[in-house]
Each structure stands twice: as structure tokens, then as C-alpha cells.
């Protein structure tokens, strides 16, 4: 049976005769594309494979067309003729997100933000002469009616599961409004789309852009509020200001004309909102109807983000009503419905996670004196032991955490127990208990309950900060206590 990365390595091998050292499976990044990394002696490969044809040939038109105007694109190297993998130059493993946190607010940082800003503002510009928009994935252009679905997306999947009452007229009104006003924007190049600082990779101390396959036309304003609007990187005041102002230099040079700051900073602020909103929509999405809760704990960050936009900036246009739901949904009651619960150094709970198997171990013994818990049966996730490269590997191993993640409904079984898990963990750490169990038990105690019970370490770990012990019982292997 071919594979995958056999696929990778005759592609490769049309375009480079270096030995292949390894071929490295990425973590799964958006859509259906998945990435390898290609080494060699000499140097470092990215493949992808993506079964959507259409995403593959915009990226790739984009990727020729923004490098032929001197942007820092990666480099094509192949392409299968099926179109359905591609190798491109290896452009690290830092981005501009892992440089601020690991390096501070740093005048270095800041320079490294400009670079990005510089480098924005030429691709935008110069790469909007000539290219082709019928090769978008979707939309040719970000218009009216795309900031209206923006709005509406925040407000299906946001708004209305908050079931804040609301005028529907009087709010469909200043979406209308404020959507036609920022359609009307001044300076409409490529946009991204997506563009922030996980996005943008640094080597050798220069930026490079990546995931750009869902650009579109649009106004100049949305990709810069994207970057220094990103919750995650939380940039100061003084910092926004001073970049931004830094960006409409660079947008002066490229255009070679004057821009109309007041302007240009009024419209820049309705796309900062929207940019919020659509981020907030995606939260509620991903998070409060898929229950997934990376995006849950997002949630307050970003709410606190958009409360910060709302204190100190002004549109060029009057919402009443729109402004009004705004100020209700970062109110400090709100912020703290989605804020969880956080485990101290003198929470007592410590939980305890174990793999077993039916069939050799049986069901563990609870010790605590409370003998509460849970046990989760992971026999109905498709078995990894049945596949002979995988038989002598556990859910420890990454060639069965690749398998389990991309041929089984394991993420859909773990969503649901992180979410009952959960419930008990947010109320034992309130009511100071000591001990709560969880067990995951499978045919053989080996895959499946293996991979599942330290998901589930991960999990508490990040969310709550509670103090864990894994123990893995066929392979008597027992983890130290983790606490944050």
C-alpha cells in the first residue's frame, strides 16, 4: 500500500538527489492539510498534502506571483500531478508569536514587528498589480456583503448563545450601516485575511508569510488590525499606536502618495471591530457548539481584548444599538461566565489518571475515601493493535497518536470527556476535595486508553492548573505530579 510519505519521497526525489533522513508528521494545522517535515543532511523540507484541489492551486499561483514581486513567500520546489502535495522550502519553526513570548516587549520585538509591517505593506501593494482574483478560493473581494456575514457569524454563534435580548431591526439597521461605511474604505489591495503573528514566521531574523491561500481584495486596514489586534500577543496602547503609524509610512512609500491619517485610522477601527467580532464568532463556533476547549478559554481573553478597543477607540459612524449589545457582552458578568476556575498551590485536589485493560487488569481500585470518578471505555475508537506496524507501539508513540488523531473519532470521544471531566474538576477544586479518579480502560490497555489518559493530563494541566498523576498500568509506568 502506498502511503503517504512514500508519495512525499518520489516527489521529492524529482527535484533533489539528497538522502532522506526522516519524514516528520506535523500537528494538524486548519482545514484538511496535513505537513511533513523532509530531512536531509543538508537541510530541512515542508510537504503538504491537501486533497482540496482548489486551495492547493491558490496558494500555490499566490506563493509564484508574491515571490516573483520580491515578498517573503516560501519557495515551490514540486509539485505532484495530481496536484494533491507540494514541497516548499522549510521556514523554521519560530514565529513572530514565540519570539514575543519568549523575548518580551523588547525594542527587538518591535523591530521585528516592523519588518512584518514593511514586508505587509509591499506584498499588499505591489502584489495587487496583476494578480488574477478569479484564482481565490472563494470571494474575489472583502465587501459589503462579506463584513455583513462576519457580523452575523459573531452574532449567531456568539450573541445569541449569550440569549442577550436585542432589537433585531434596530441591530440588522446598524450592520447595514456600518457595513456599508467601512465598504467604502479608501485603499483596497490584497488582503489576507488571517493575517497575525502565528502566521508569520521569523529566520535569521526576517519574516516570512505563510497561509495566505485565503486572501481576497480588500481594504489595507483589516490585515494591520489583525496583527496588533491579536489577543494572544496583547500589545500595548502605546505600541498599536506607534506600529500602526509605522504601517502608513510604509503604505506612503509603496503608493508613492499621501494617505489622510484620520481617515484612514477611523475606517482602520471599524475593521479592528470586525476583525474582534469575527475572532468572538469563531470562539462561540469552535467552543460553545463543538464544546472544544482551547476555544473556550479563549473566549475571556478575547472579550477583554474587544473591551479595550471599545474604552479608548472611535468609528467614523453612530450604532446605537450595536454599541449598546457590545457594552453588555463585556461586562465583568459575562468575562466571567467563560473565565475557569484555576487551581492555587494550596488546591488539595489531585487526580488521578490511569489506562488499563479489560481483558488483563480489569477495572482499577479506587483508594480514595470518597470513591468517586470515572471510568470511560475507549474499545468503540477504531484499534491502532490491529494494525501491524503499530502492534508493538503505544498511545506514547507518535506514529499511533498520528493514526488515532487522523483515522479515528478519538478528538469527538475526548470532546465529551472533557467537558463531563470537567464539570467535577471546576466543583472539587471550589469544595476543596482531595481526590477525583479517572480511568480509561481498552482491549489491551496499550493504544487507545494510553493516548486518552494523558489527553486528558494535558487538558486539566492547561485549563485549570490542577495537579495530576498518570499512571499507565499494562506498561507500569507512572508520571510525577504535574502542577502549574
Not at 498534502?49 to 520580491?70: A, D, M, P, Q, V
Not at 505563510?210 to 500595548?236: E, N, P, R
Not at 498599536?240 to 506612503?252: A, G, H, P, T, V
Request: net charge negative.
Amino acid at each position: 500500500m502506498t502511503t503517504e510519505k512514500d508519495l512525499i519521497e518520489n516527489l521529492f526525489a524529482t527535484f533533489n538527489s539528497a538522502k532522506i533522513i526522516g519524514i516528520e508528521k506535523l500537528p494538524k494545522s486548519g482545514g484538511d492539510r496535513i505537513y511533513f517535515r523532509i530531512e536531509t543532511n543538508e537541510q530541512n523540507y515542508i510537504a503538504t498534502y491537501n486533497i482540496n484541489l482548489k486551495e492547493n492551486n491558490t496558494f500555490l499561483y499566490f506563493s509564484k506571483h508574491f515571490k516573483n514581486i520580491g515578498a517573503p513567500v516560501p519557495q515551490i520546489l514540486a509539485t505532484n500531478t495530481e496536484g494533491t502535495i507540494y514541497i516548499q522550502e522549510d521556514l523554521g519553526t519560530d514565529c513572530l508569536l514565540d519570539k514575543l513570548e519568549t523575548n518580551g516587549y523588547t525594542e527587538n520585538t518591535k523591530r521585528l514587528y516592523k519588518k512584518t509591517l514593511k514586508a505587509l505593506a509591499h506584498l499588499q501593494i505591489k502584489g495587487n498589480e496583476a494578480l488574477n482574483y478569479d484564482e481565490c478560493i472563494t470571494s474575489k473581494e472583502f465587501g459589503k456583503q462579506a463584513i455583513i456575514s462576519d457580523l452575523l457569524y459573531f452574532k449567531y454563534y456568539f450573541l445569541d448563545t449569550l440569549k442577550i435580548p436585542y432589537d433585531k431591526e434596530k441591530l440588522g439597521d446598524d450592520f447595514e450601516a456600518l457595513s456599508s461605511y467601512l465598504n467604502h474604505a479608501d485603499y483596497k489591495f490584497f488582503m489576507f485575511r488571517d493575517f497575525q503573528s502565528r502566521n508569520v514566521m521569523i529566520k535569521k531574523e526576517d519574516p516570512y508569510f505563510i497561509d495566505y491561500q485565503g486572501g481576497m481584495k480588500g481594504a489595507l486596514q483589516y490585515d494591520v488590525a489583525s496583527l496588533l489586534w491579536q489577543a494572544k500577543a496583547d500589545l500595548s496602547d502605546e505600541w498599536k499606536e506607534e506600529l500602526l503609524q509605522y504601517y502608513i509610512d510604509c503604505i506612503e512609500v509603496e503608493m508613492i502618495t499621501k494617505v489622510d491619517r484620520q481617515r484612514f485610522v477611523s475606517q482602520y477601527n471599524g475593521y479592528v471591530l470586525i476583525r474582534l467580532l469575527q475572532v468572538l464568532g469563531a470562539y462561540g463556533f469552535r467552543g460553545l457548539f463543538e464544546r472544544k476547549a482551547h476555544f473556550l478559554t479563549s473566549i475571556p481573553l478575547a472579550l477583554k481584548n474587544l473591551n479595550t478597543f471599545l474604552l479608548h477607540n472611535k468609528m467614523g459612524i453612530s450604532v446605537p444599538e450595536f454599541d449598546r449589545i457590545l457594552s453588555l457582552i463585556v461586562d465583568e458578568g459575562i468575562v466571567n461566565r467563560f473565565e475557569p476556575i484555576k487551581a492555587t498551590v494550596e488546591t488539595p485536589l489531585v487526580v488521578n489518571i490511569k489506562s488499563f485493560s479489560f481483558l488483563k487488569s480489569g477495572y482499577p481500585k479506587n483508594v480514595s475515601d470518597n470513591g468517586g470518578g470515572f471510568v470511560f471505555d475507549c474499545r468503540g475508537i477504531l484499534n491502532p493493535g490491529r494494525v501491524e506496524a503499530h502492534k508493538k507501539e503505544t498511545g506514547r508513540d507518535k506514529p499511533v497518536q498520528d493514526y488515532l488523531a487522523d483515522n479515528t473519532r478519538m478528538e469527538e470521544f475526548l470532546s465529551g470527556v472533557f467537558s463531563t471531566v470537567d464539570i467535577s474538576v471546576e466543583d472539587y477544586i471550589k469544595r476543596n476535595f482531595e481526590v477525583l479518579e479517572v480511568n480509561f480502560g481498552c482491549t489491551g490497555g496499550q493504544h487507545r486508553s494510553v493516548y486518552a489518559a494523558d489527553a486528558l493530563a494535558r487538558h486539566l494541566k492547561n485549563k485549570y492548573g490542577v495537579k495530576t498523576v498518570v499512571k499507565h498500568i499494562e506498561q507500569n509506568f507512572e508520571t510525577e505530579i504535574i502542577n502549574n
